[in-house]
């Protein structure tokens, strides 16, 4: 059973540029959120995707925008990066309806550098 | 605003110890709380789950306080092991997003 997959694992941009990231859920998950972490910090929460529109969205700027396919795969898209959007990019995903949804599995996370 | 507050230093301890991490809130009231593991560079692992209604929870090894009043959770790793060391996220959780605490970064020592 593949867990949740994020690609890719490493990106370098530089300021300006516009970058997509990908994930799978886990085979039977339905939800996925995104969550940004810097450097000795906790995940921050960006937004959630259930039945391909946004549930819920955390304290980012437009400049941070998402997608869920109907397969419930998900994309993550920054434009305008700014240096501070250095981070690693985790997606977690979850099952909505089934009384486990809180459990959140997570992905390895995209790791972007921003120049 | 809400805050989440975990051992800002690392904890230190010996092999067959007990390590207590601890996760403190304030302007919440979370339906559930969870704790995660995460290695370096490297996404969080789901250890353990406890909701607003439950005092203590336990898996293998680990146990899981939660006290509404105090606003407060303990997570006791016992007869740590050096396979333990690693950094312990305490999650609030609500209406579906999680919100993270900083991380306590554990090391056991042989």
């Known amino acids: 059973d593949a867990g949740v997959t994020q690609s890719p694992t490493h990106l370098i941009k530089t300021r300006g540029q516009q970058v997509t990231l990908r994930c799978s859920p886990k085979?039977?998950?339905?939800?996925v959120s995104w969550y940004q972490q810097a450097l000795g910090q906790g995940p921050q929460f960006i937004f959630q995707?259930?039945?391909?529109?946004?549930?819920q969205r955390g304290n980012f700027p437009d400049r941070f925008s998402g997608h869920q396919f109907p397969n419930y795969s998900s994309e993550l898209n920054v434009n305008a990066l700014l240096l501070g959007d250095s981070a690693l990019y985790l997606c977690?995903?979850?099952?909505?309806?089934?009384?486990?949804?809180?459990?959140?599995?997570f992905g390895p996370g995209t790791r972007l550098l921003v120049l | 605003s809400q805050k989440i507050e975990q051992n800002s230093e690392a904890l230190n301890i010996q092999e067959g110890k007990t390590a207590t991490l601890t996760c403190n809130y304030t302007n919440y009231s979370p339906a559930y709380l969870q704790w995660y593991r995460q290695d370096p560079g490297r996404g969080p692992v789901f250890l353990l789950l406890i909701r607003e209604n439950e005092k203590e929870k336990r898996k293998e090894r680990l146990k899981v306080t939660f006290d509404t009043t105090l606003k407060q959770s303990l997570f006791h790793i016992t007869a740590s092991q050096p396979a333990d060391s690693a950094t312990y996220l305490c999650a609030l959780g609500n209406t579906g997003k999680l919100i993270f605490g900083q991380g306590t970064t554990l090391q056991v020592k042989p």
């Open positions: 995707y259930y039945e391909e529109e946004e549930r």
């Open positions: 977690a995903s979850s099952a909505t309806g089934t009384g486990t949804q809180e459990t959140q599995y």
């Open positions: 085979s039977g998950h339905d939800t």
